[in-house]
C-alpha cells in the first residue's frame, strides 16, 4: 500500500542555513505520528513540506504517492495550524468558520447547501461543540476554538490530519479532552494523524510512532523505545531528566 507520507533524504536550506538534513521516513494509513523537537529543529518546516507550501532543496516528498506541488486532492488533507487568537467582536458564528472547511471540496457539496449544512452539525457534534453552533467564534474559551479549528479541518472527512502543536495557551483541562478527542479519532474512525507536540508525555503516551528532529531524524520508531534519559539528552543537547505523572495530575494531559 501506497504511504500517506513519505520523506526520502530530504533537506532544506534557507539563506544559506540547514534547516532539515537527510531526513527519510512513511507515515502509513492509521498511523498517529508524534513529532517532537526543540525549538528551531525543523518541526514546521517539515510539515511546510509535506502540505506542498515549501519546496525541498534536497530529496523527494510524496503525498499519497504524488509530488505535493502536483497534488490536487486537497479534501484528503486537513490541517490545523499553531493556535489563532479571533478577536471577540468579529461577526463570524462556528458553524459559518467550519463551513468554510468545505470551500475546497464545493464541486462535492456546492449544490447541496443542506447536505454541507448537515455536515457541519454532524463535524461540531463530534468535537463537543454541537451547542456552540451559533455563537461567535470570538467569544469561546481558548480550548473551544481549537474545538472548532479541528471541526473546521474534519468537515471534509480527510484521510490526513496535520496539527502544529495545537495546545499553546490551552489550559490542562481542555487539554486532556483535546488529547481525547484525537486518540478517539484515529482509534475509532481511522484519521491518519501528525501532530507536532513540545509535550513529550502526551506524545509517548498516544502516538504509534514517534519522530525526533534536530534538524536530522534522531529517532523514529516506537515511542516507548526512545523515551529514556539518554534519548531526551540526546535529543535536547542538555542533561534532561524524565518525571513520570499518574492522573489526575493536572499537567499530565
Known sequence: MTPVVRLDHVGMVYGGTRVLEDVTFTIEAGDY??????????????????LGLLEPTDGRVELFGVDPCAFRDWPKIGYVPQRATFDATLPVRVDEVVLTGLVSARARFGRARATARRKVTD???LVGMGAHAAARIGTLSSGQQQRVLIARALVPEPAL???DEPTGGVDPEAQAGFHALLRELNATRGVTLVLVSHDVGV??????KLACLNRRVIFCGHPHDFVTDTNLTALYGADVRRIGHEPPCAHAG
Request: cysteine-free; hydrophobic content about 45%; glycine content about 14%.
Open 203 to 208: 506524545v509517548a503516551r498516544d502516538v504509534t
Open 123 to 125: 463535524t461540531l457534534e
Open 161 to 163: 490530519l496535520i496539527l
Open 33 to 50: 505520528l508524534g513529532i517532537i523537537g526543540p525549538n528551531g529543529s525543523g518541526k514546521t518546516t517539515l510539515l511546510k513540506l509535506i
